[in-house]
């Protein structure tokens, strides 16, 4: 969010269990049109290949984040509705 403040564009990347709490916290800081992109549940892999399709599932999104025009980009994720933690604990 500073980077935000400081007229750089940003966003924030999320586990998808992560994108409410995520969403909140940039409204109580006055950012609730910050971009935040959510990615499949765990992050975390023990090989650093089987990151690579969740990364290309979100690429696109990230891009557009970071290079849209910054005042559609805040009306665009305000309104958001985020997929949520469905599967965060895969079985």
Not at 33 to 55: F, Q, S
């Amino acid at each position: 969010m500073e980077l935000e403040r400081l007229g750089s564009p940003a966003c924030v990347i999320v586990s998808r269990g992560f994108s409410h709490s995520g969403r909140a916290i940039a409204r109580r800081q006055g950012y609730g049109g910050l971009p935040i992109v959510e990615m499949d549940h765990p992050l975390a892999a023990p090989e650093r290949e089987a990151l690579h399709p969740k990364a290309d599932a979100v690429v696109n999104e990230v891009v557009h984040a970071l290079t849209g025009d910054p005042e559609r980009l805040r009306a665009e994720y305000a309104e958001k509705k985020f997929r949520g933690p469905e599967n965060l604990c895969p079985k």
